[in-house]
């Protein structure tokens, strides 16, 4: 299937590692030119030079600095904007909701949320002028079902979803889609922190806590990035044109409600 990703251009946030990395590669393989932002760009270039010269381009970037995130959009701007923005930020540190501050509260919301608000508002505009544009946030199924211990990440990503629905009614007729993506216990380095926070938690050792997690998803195992960039690539393409406002999750069938 050609998924009209040849003459696209595509930002990737958070692509140093796992599910960012994983899309960002697979957005490349099928024909985007792919600009891969983290703050760690040294370790996108080290795996991009895996791939054929001028697939990925490695962009340095702490979406914490607004000021440097402006710069940045400034000169994606300049050079026409992007075709596709996927949306993906680390999660924060585990914690329960009693635990968490005022202070956290705030500081976790304008990275996780408020700043990708932001982005995003500044592509828009190319986007509906050209009449296409793909809009991919990455959230967690903690949204639908609030994981333990990561009371941050269920309460920001939460108003990022209502922020994604209500963005998605109001571009749908310029041809831009926008739609949230919802991982599981997919395979990276942040669910085996987890896993290790989980295991300091309660005395267990971490294999154990991996197997019992393993054990509660329908599909018996993690998912790999690889099948949840996937997912995403479909969505960044031509052949997605009628999928907006959605939630999809990825997740072995672990969330039990409908």
Known sequence: ????????????????????????????????????????ADTIRDWAADL??????????????IAAVDKAVD?????????ILVN???????????????GDWIAQFEGMAANLFHITG??????????????????????????PNLALSNGIRAAVVGWSKT????????????????PGRIHTAR?????????????KPVEDVATASAAAIPAGRYGKPQEFADVVTFLASTRASYVTGSRIRIDGGAIKGI
């Open 1 to 40: 299937m050609d998924l009209g990703l040849a003459d696209k251009k595509a930002l990737v946030l958070g692509a140093s590692r796992g599910l960012g990395r994983a899309i960002a590669e697979t957005l490349a393989a099928e024909g985007a030119h792919v600009i891969a932002a983290a703050r760690n």
């Open 52 to 65: 054929p010269a001028g697939k990925v381009e490695a962009l340095a970037l702490d979406l914490t600095d």
């Open 75 to 83: 000169d994606l701007l300049a050079k026409g904007g992007v075709d």
């Open 88 to 102: 993906n930020i680390g999660g924060p540190p585990p914690g329960t909701a009693q635990a968490a501050k005022r």
């Open 122 to 147: 500044r592509f828009l505009p190319k986007m509906q002028e050209r009449g296409f544009g793909r809009v991919i946030t990455i959230a967690s199924s903690g949204v639908e079902q609030p994981i």
């Open 167 to 182: 963005l998605s009614n109001e571009v749908a007729k310029d041809g831009v889609t926008v739609n949230v993506v919802l």
């Open 191 to 203: 669910v085996d922190e987890l896993d290790a926070a989980a295991a300091k938690r309660t005395g």
